[in-house]
Structures are given as structure tokens and as C-alpha cells.
């Protein structure tokens, strides 16, 4: 009996090898389609919906899906899941100090040998937060912050030096030439960041680096005298719509609005490249869309006489998005590939009325359509020469920046405590541990 139940055990085994076989694979299958990579970033609304184009093309190509948290508040997020051992496999942020805090703690992977090297190549090194032979992050999208925007029948000639802007103030008699707001909480005072970093860049770009990297004192003489050439704005009279009360209330998003106003209230405002959006859908009073190059334009931040810089340079305050990895998986690895690709990095800016720009060298400035005005902030974006930063305050640890936002209100509000708001700055300068600056806030020989 024993030699005829051998081919029925067989027979047996053979099915239940077959069984097992078949739930395996079921099971790899089911790995396979369950393959996923988690995302948190500074947007939502609209934005949001515009990045998850970008991670919905990512899923086409690999089959990898992309669950994206969208919060406004992404790097105190970002800190309570990494205080809880649950950061996400990739985070975005704007600010480069606090994702360098993350490469020192080292919960932030190196990207060298995530990203192909002739990718790497498509962007200024320091765009790629270097740390050693490291690389750290992707610059998702890019704002230019040193841009001065008018409404096109108000200037027959955009002025190439500060004494031209002061000269046209000056002939300004019937309107403010100044539109400014500076309020935006939590972060109210930001927008006059924005200025001295811009006065302070084209004064001179290397106390500039200096500054931004911690290396240069507040009440040095070139940071002062940044703080005193804008206060020729705040403080002249009738130079900013409504005075400083106006200012220090006005929220930021109303701030070029005046411009549109009938009869207009401001000739121009200091704003990032962002505000081509919000002039276009909402700066005419009537509801009327807004023309790029029409009915408004920008011009670059004007130089001055003593700057030093050469002839063909022209520095950029630049705000970036910064992709970094915190989980070291085939996924995120993936991901990481994708975003610093020249196909991810057109999806966004080609969008019809987009105000995102790439600081991708491989994006060709066809994806800004037929917008000569987007087309020449990519331009600048993209300048050769070694004053390309980025904006002082996002490289600023987080007590910097906030008693720097802060100091920019009570110097609006009371010009002649400068000096001691200044040693003030220091004394928050001194307090934060050496290691919380970045390695390289501007592109140099040495990036």
C-alpha cells in the first residue's frame, strides 16, 4: 500500500507547492502595489494642488505612491515627528537653517549618491545645501525677492541706481511713491527684511555672506549703514502711502494693491516674485485681470556707486523650497531622483499663470510661455556670478530670524532706537550655538 500512496503524497506536495507559490506572489504583488512614500511641505490650496501635479506624475512613472500633509507651519510639524521618532521620508522646507540643523543631528540623509551627478550639475551647489562633500536637499521651486514692481504708466525709465529711485520719490508729489506693508502674523516685519537684505547685498555682497552666515556683527558699519538707507524711505515724508501706522497694520498680501487703486495710492512696492500672481488675479480694484508687462512690471533692485561689484554682476535674493530626505528607502531614494529631475521641475512653473520658478540650469524658458515678465526673473534667477543668496533671514536660525522680523517693527516704528536695537541683535546672535548657521548662504569659489 505504501508504494501507491507515494505518488498521491506527491501529487500532494506538488498541489500544496503550488498553493504556496501562488500566495507569495499574491503577496509580493500586494508589497509591490502598497509601495508608498510619505511627503510633508509648506503647502496647501491651490499650491498644494500644483505640487501634487508634481507627485502625481512621479507615481505614473514609478508606480510609487505619494501621500503629501500640506501645513503652513511645516518646520514646527517637521520638529514634533522628528521629537517623535516619526519624521517623514521626505519634508520640504523653506528655511536652509533648519534643515542644517537636521544634517548635524544627523537625522537628514546625504543626497550625493541619490541624485545623478550631471543633475547635480544643473544647480548652483549651494542651492543643494553642501555640507562637506554632501549634498542635502533639492530646491523644489524659487522666489526672487529683490524685485521693486510698478504700474506701467507711472514710469517712462526703471531706475538703475538707489540715487535714481530717490529721485523718483522725490518728483512724486501728488501720491506716495512707496506702497508697504509689513504685516503677516506670526511673522509680521519680514517684508522689511527683505529690504535691508537687498540693500545690504548690492551694498556689498561679500559683508553680505558675512552677515547671513553669522560671521558679521549687527552694529558693524555696513550693516548699520544698510538699517540707515532704508530708513531713508520709512522715515522721509510722504514717501510711504499712509505713513508708518499704515505699514506696521497693513497686511503684505494688500501691499501693491494701492497701485490699482482709482485714483492710485503708491507708484511701487518692494515685493518677491510671487506678487505677479496676486497683481494678476487681484490687484485691479474692478475685478478686472491684470496684464504681466501691461499694466504692471518689475525692475531689479538698483545697485549702488560704491558696491564694488563688477559690471556684469547682479546679486539675487533668493527664497527657496528645499526637498531633503529623512528616510533612507528605495522609495524616497526614488523620489528624491524624480524631483531634482529636469521633468519634475518644469511641471509647476509651466502651469498657466504660475508663480513658480525653477532653479534648475536644464529647464529651458520656454515652460514660462510667452510671459516675457516670468521669463525675465528666470533670467535673473539664473545670472552667472557669485552673489546668488539666499534670503538672510530663511538662513537664519529660528531666534534670529524672529528677533530680526521683530526689530524691523520697532525700527519702523521709533528710527532713533537703531542703535540699540542693533547691539540687542547681537546679543541674540551671540546666544545661538555657532553650529546653527549655515555653511553657505551665497554661491562662491568654494561651492
Known sequence: MAHKAFPRSRRLLALLTALVTAVSAAGACSVAADRSVTVLGPWSGEEGQAFREVLDRFTARTGITAAYQGTSAVNEVLRS?????????????????????????????????????????????????????????????????????????????????????????????????WCLALNDSPAAGWPGTDWIENILLHQSPDHYRRWATGDLKWASPQVTRAWETWGQIVTGEGLVQGGVNR??????????????????????????????????????????????????????????????????????????????????????????????????????????????????????????????????IARLLHASGDAMCFDASDAFPPTMRSAFNQAVLEYVNDPRRLSKLLEELDRVRAAVDPQEWVVAACADDRN
Open 247 to 376: 505699514a506696521l497694520l497693513a497686511d503684505f498680501r494688500d501691499a501693491g494693491r494701492s497701485m490699482f487703486a482709482r485714483p492710485p495710492g503708491c507708484m511701487m512696492v518692494h515685493a518677491p516674485s510671487f506678487a505677479v500672481d496676486s497683481f494678476r488675479e487681484g490687484g485691479d480694484p474692478g475685478g478686472r485681470p491684470l496684464t504681466p508687462g501691461r499694466d504692471f512690471d518689475f525692475f531689479p533692485f538698483p545697485s549702488f556707486a560704491d558696491s564694488g561689484a563688477g559690471s556684469g554682476d547682479r546679486p539675487a535674493n533668493v527664497s527657496a523650497d528645499l526637498a531633503a530626505m529623512f528616510r533612507d528607502t528605495p522609495e524616497a531614494r526614488r523620489l528624491m531622483a524624480f524631483l531634482a529631475s529636469p521633468e519634475a521641475q518644469r511641471i509647476w512653473p509651466s502651469r498657466p499663470h504660475s508663480s513658480a520658478f525653477s532653479l534648475n540650469t536644464q529647464v529651458p524658458e520656454t515652460v514660462y510661455g510667452r510671459d516675457e515678465v516670468r521669463r525675465r
Open 81 to 177: 515627528k522628528v521629537r517623535e521618532a516619526d519624521p517623514p521620508d521626505v519634508a520640504i522646507s523653506w528655511s536652509p537653517s533648519e534643515l542644517s540643523r537636521y544634517v548635524r543631528s544627523g537625522h537628514l540623509r546625504p543626497l550625493t549618491n541619490v541624485v545623478d551627478r550631471r543633475q547635480q550639475q544643473a544647480y548652483r551647489r549651494h542651492w543643494l545645501l553642501p555640507q562637506g562633500d554632501d549634498i542635502y536637499a533639492i530646491p523644489i521651486k524659487a522666489n526672487l525677492k529683490n524685485l521693486i514692481w510698478y504700474r506701467v504708466d507711472d514710469l517712462d525709465r526703471r531706475p538703475g541706481t538707489w540715487a535714481e529711485l530717490m529721485e523718483v520719490g522725490e518728483r512724486s508729489r501728488e501720491r506716495a511713491p
